[in-house]
C-alpha cells in the first residue's frame, strides 16, 4: 500500500510517525520484545553487573569489587575440578548421543511394520523429566538393591558402586543422560535421511558401489547440517548440565560429578556468594561462546551445505 | 488503513494487559492481611491449617493467608521475594540459616518483644533459644525441635542374637552390634547413615564430636577445634565401621534411609522423629545415643530447631505477625500441633506433660523417648554466618574417611584450615 498523504486536518508529524510502516511493525514486535528485554536481556546484563561486586543476596549493600571475583577464579581447585569434570563430560557426552543417536536412526530409516512403535519408543526418552531420569537411574543403579546390579551378578560380575563411587558416578551420568538424550539426535538424523535423495543411492547403486561406499560417500556428507546442528546443540546443553546432577549424585560423592553450573548453584544459593557465582556465569558463557564460534569455523570448512 | 490502526489498538491493549500483570494493589480498609509461608504437608499441613482457621475465625481484624512452599527451597523463595519488596510476613525456617537471615534488614530482630514475661520464652528448650539467637538478635521464635535417636529394628536385632540397645551402649558396643547386624549376603547392613557430605552427614558426626569431649570452634568461635582428639576419635569410630566392618551403608544420595530401614535392609538408623512415620512395616525401638568409653555417659544428641521468621512489611502487618507467632508458639497452640501432627513439643511446659507424651506415644511409638531425650541436648552448633562454609569443609571430611579415601586426622585437619580460612573471611 502506497504511503498516502493524510487528508486529515490533523496532518501532523506525529500524525505521520503513527502511521508509517516502520511504527506499526515494531509496534507490533513490541510486546515481544519488551518480554524478552525484562525477563532475557535485562537480567543477563545485572548477573554481569553482580559478577563485579560482592553480593550475599541478603544485605541490600553490594559492595563494587573489579575483577576480584574472576581473580578468585582461578585460584578455587574446586572451581578447577568442576572445569575437569565438565569437559570430560562433554567429551563423552556429545559424541555418544551423536553416535547412539546415527545409529538407531539407520536402523529406523526403512518402511517395516509398526516403525511408528519404534520411532515413538525411541523418542519417549525425552518426554521424560530430567529428574525423573535421575530417580529412575539411581534405583536402577543402586549398589546393593539395584536391577543392574542383580543383573552383573548373575553373570559373575561383582557389585559396582555407580552412583555412590567417586570413580564411575560421572560416567554414570554420562550413560544416563546419552539415553536421556538419544531420542532427540534420533529425531534429528531421522529427518536427515529422509532428505538423501533416493535417486543418488540408486545411480550409486547401479554404477557398483555398495551399501557401506554409498552410506560412507552418500549418506555422510549430506549429514553434515545435522551433524553440525547436534554438536554445537548438544555441546551447549553438556556444558550446562544440572539437572540430572542434583537429581543423583548432588555434586557427589566427594565432588566427582561437581560440574560448573551445579557448582556455581551451589556457590551462589547454598552458600550465598551470588557474585562469585555470576563471574563463573560469565567465565561460561564466554567458554561456550568461544566452542561454538570454533565449531561454525572447522563446520564451514567442512559441512556440505545444500 | 483501518487494519493498520486496529492493529495498533490491539498492541496497545496487549501492553495494558502486561503492565496490568504486575500490578497488583492492597486495600487499606478491612481486616489486616499477612502471609505464612510454611512446609507442612499431609497431616502437618491439615492441623496447620486448622490453626490458622481458628486463629481467622478469633481474630476479625486479622486474615492470616498460608502458602506451602518446600522448606528446603523456601530461603530462596523468600530472598527473591524480598529483592522483589514482596516479602511473606512470616515464614518456616531452617534454624542453621540464622546467621545469614540475621542479615536481611527486613526480617524483625525479636529480642525486644520476646523478653516480655508473657511470651514465657524460658518455657522453650535452651537448644531452640540458641538456634534462633544470632549475637545480640533473635531472628525467629521456635516452630519445630527434634533430636537423633537410634531407631532399631527389633526383629533384626532378636534374628541375629543381639541385644537390644540400652542407655549405656557404648559406642564399641554400637560397632560390635551393627557388625552382628550385618549379613552381605542378605544385602542387610547394621547402620545406614547419609553420606552426600551435606549438613545431614555433618550434623551426624556432631553429637559423636561432643560426646567424645570436642567441639566443633573455639569458645569465641575465631578458629576450628574439630581436628582434636575426640574429633579424630569420633571419626575414626565411623571409619571402622564404614571401612573394616564394612556394618555401614553410605547412602551417597541421602534417599535411601527410611525405605532401607522400612524394608527390614538396615538394623539401625541414628535419626530423629519425623522418619518414624515412615516405619510402618516394621516393629521398632528407639534408644537415645551410644556414649564414648569414659566420657560420662550423657548420651548427649544434636538438636535442629527451626523457626518462624518474621518479616517487616510495615507497622501494621507487623505486629499482626508478631501477635499471630506469640499465638501460634503459645502453650496450648503447640499442644494441639504436637497432639495433633506427632511433632515433639517446642515448649518444656507442654513436654511435661505426661497426658499428651503417653497419648502421641501411643500414636506413634518412640515419640515418648525423643521427648525425653531433647533434655540430651547440651550444645548446639555454632552460630556464625560462616557455618555453610564450616559444614561443607568437615561433610567432605568424613565422607573421604567413610569411603576409605582419606585417614581422620588427616581428613580433620585441612578440613580445620578450610573452616579456619572461611572464618577469617578470606
Redesign the interface.
Known amino acids: 500500500m502506497p504511503a498516502r498523504v493524510a487528508t486529515s486536518p490533523r496532518s501532523s508529524v506525529l500524525g505521520r510517525i503513527?502511521?508509517s510502516d516502520n511504527v506499526?511493525g515494531w509496534?507490533?514486535v513490541?510486546?515481544g520484545v519488551?518480554?524478552i528485554g525484562i525477563f532475557g536481556l535485562l537480567p543477563v546484563l545485572m548477573s554481569l553487573q553482580l559478577s563485579f561486586q560482592k553480593s550475599?543476596?541478603?544485605?541490600?549493600e553490594t559492595p563494587w569489587v573489579g575483577l576480584e571475583n574472576y581473580r578468585k577464579l582461578a585460584d578455587d581447585p574446586v572451581f578447577v575440578e568442576a572445569i575437569k569434570h565438565t569437559i570430560i563430560y562433554t567429551a563423552l557426552f556429545v559424541p555418544g548421543t551423536m553416535l547412539v543417536g546415527l545409529l538407531v536412526a539407520a536402523a529406523m530409516n526403512r518402511s517395516l511394520r509398526f516403525m511408528s512403535v519404534y520411532r515413538t519408543a525411541a523418542y519417549i526418552t525425552m518426554a521424560v523429566s530430567t529428574i525423573s531420569q535421575g530417580?529412575i537411574f539411581?534405583w536402577l543403579t543402586?549398589r546393593?538393591?539395584g536391577l543392574v546390579n542383580a543383573g552383573l551378578r548373575a553373570v559373575g560380575i561383582p557389585s559396582q558402586s555407580f552412583?555412590?563411587s567417586?570413580s564411575q558416578a560421572l560416567f554414570v551420568i554420562v550413560a544416563m543422560t546419552i539415553w536421556g538424550w538419544t531420542g532427540f539426535s534420533v529425531i534429528v538424523y531421522l529427518a536427515a535421511l529422509q532428505g538423501v535423495p533416493a535417486e543418488l543411492h540408486e545411480a550409486a547403486a547401479i554404477d557398483g558401489a555398495s551399501a557401506f561406499t554409498r552410506f560412507r560417500t552418500i549418506t555422510v556428507p549430506l549429514l553434515g547440517p545435522a551433524n553440525l546442528f547436534l554438536l554445537v546443540w548438544l555441546t551447549i546443553n553438556a556444558l550446562q548440565l544440572f539437572d540430572e546432577v542434583y537429581a543423583?549424585?548432588?555434586g557427589?560423592?566427594?565432588?566427582a560429578t561437581t560440574v560448573i553450573v551445579y557448582y556455581l548453584w551451589d556457590r551462589a544459593?547454598?552458600?550465598?556468594d551470588a557474585g562469585y557465582a555470576a563471574a563463573m556465569a560469565y567465565a561460561l558463557f564466554v567458554v561456550i561462546l568461544v566452542i561454538t564460534a570454533i565449531q561454525f569455523r572447522l563446520a564451514r570448512k567442512h559441512v556440505h551445505s545444500s | 488503513?483501518i487494519r493498520?490502526r486496529l492493529?495498533?489498538a490491539l498492541?496497545a491493549v496487549?501492553?495494558f494487559v502486561?503492565a496490568a500483570c504486575g500490578g497488583g494493589g492492597s486495600s487499606s480498609s478491612g481486616p489486616t492481611e499477612i502471609a505464612v509461608w510454611h512446609g507442612y504437608q499431609d497431616t502437618e499441613g491439615e492441623v496447620f491449617k486448622g490453626l490458622i482457621d481458628q486463629y481467622n475465625k478469633e481474630h476479625p481484624d486479622v486474615k492470616v493467608s498460608e502458602l506451602y512452599s518446600s522448606n528446603d527451597l523456601v530461603l530462596?523463595k523468600v530472598?527473591t521475594a524480598v529483592?522483589g519488596g514482596s516479602a511473606p510476613d512470616v515464614a518456616y525456617m531452617f534454624g542453621s540459616w540464622s546467621p545469614?537471615?540475621a542479615?536481611?534488614?527486613q526480617v524483625v530482630d525479636m529480642s525486644g518483644e520476646v523478653s516480655k514475661p508473657d511470651w514465657k520464652w524460658d518455657d522453650f528448650y535452651p537448644a531452640e533459644r540458641q538456634a534462633a539467637t544470632v549475637g545480640d538478635k533473635i531472628v525467629g521464635v521456635p516452630a519445630l525441635v527434634d533430636n537423633l535417636a537410634i531407631v532399631y529394628n527389633k526383629k533384626l536385632f532378636a534374628d541375629a542374637g543381639v541385644a537390644p540397645p540400652t542407655p549405656n551402649w557404648t559406642w564399641d558396643d554400637f560397632r560390635a552390634a551393627a557388625a552382628k547386624l550385618t549379613d552381605p549376603s542378605k544385602?542387610q547392613y547394621g547402620w545406614l547413615i547419609p553420606?552426600?557430605?551435606?549438613e545431614d552427614t555433618v550434623w551426624h558426626y556432631i553429637p559423636m564430636l561432643w560426646e567424645a569431649g570436642g567441639d566443633i570452634l573455639s569458645p569465641d568461635n575465631e578458629h576450628a577445634v574439630f581436628n582434636s582428639e575426640a574429633g579424630v576419635k569420633a571419626l575414626t569410630t565411623l571409619q571402622q565401621m564404614a571401612v573394616t566392618d564394612k556394618s555401614l551403608?553410605?547412602d551417597?544420595?541421602?534417599?535411601?534411609g527410611p525405605k532401607?530401614m522400612n524394608s527390614g535392609?538396615v538394623a539401625m538408623l541414628v535419626t530423629g522423629p519425623w522418619d518414624l512415620s515412615q516405619l510402618s512395616d516394621i516393629e521398632y525401638g528407639v534408644q537415645v545415643m551410644p556414649t564414648f568409653a569414659g566420657s560420662g555417659g550423657t548420651n548427649q544428641t544434636i538438636s535442629g530447631p527451626d523457626n518462624w521468621v518474621t518479616f517487616n512489611n510495615g507497622d501494621k502487618k507487623k505486629q499482626a505477625a508478631i501477635d499471630f507467632v506469640k499465638w501460634l508458639s503459645a502453650p496450648e497452640q503447640v499442644k494441639a500441633f504436637s497432639s495433633g501432627t506427632g511433632d515433639l513439643p517446642t515448649r518444656i511446659s507442654v513436654g511435661q506433660d505426661q497426658a499428651l507424651v503417653d497419648k502421641m506415644n501411643e500414636d506413634l511409638p518412640g515419640t515418648k523417648t525423643f521427648v525425653e531425650n531433647l533434655s540430651n541436648v547440651k550444645k548446639v552448633r555454632p552460630t556464625v554466618e560462616q557455618y555453610?562454609?564450616i559444614s561443607?569443609a568437615l561433610g567432605?571430611a568424613i565422607?573421604?574417611v567413610m569411603?576409605g579415601?582419606d585417614q581422620p586426622a588427616d581428613a580433620l585437619n585441612s578440613a580445620a584450615k578450610a573452616a579456619d580460612e572461611a572464618l577469617a573471611g578470606k
Do not use: W
Open positions: 503513527i502511521r506499526s509496534a507490533l513490541s510486546p519488551v518480554l550475599d543476596l541478603l544485605t541490600p530417580i539411581l543402586d546393593d538393591y552412583l555412590a567417586p543423583t549424585t548432588r557427589g560423592p566427594l565432588r544459593f547454598v552458600h550465598f | 488503513m493498520r492493529c495498533i498492541v496487549l501492553a502486561v530462596q530472598l529483592r545469614n537471615i542479615q536481611i534488614p544385602g553420606a552426600d557430605a551435606s551403608y553410605l551417597t544420595t541421602n534417599e535411601n532401607l535392609k555453610p562454609a561443607e567432605q565422607v573421604s569411603l579415601k
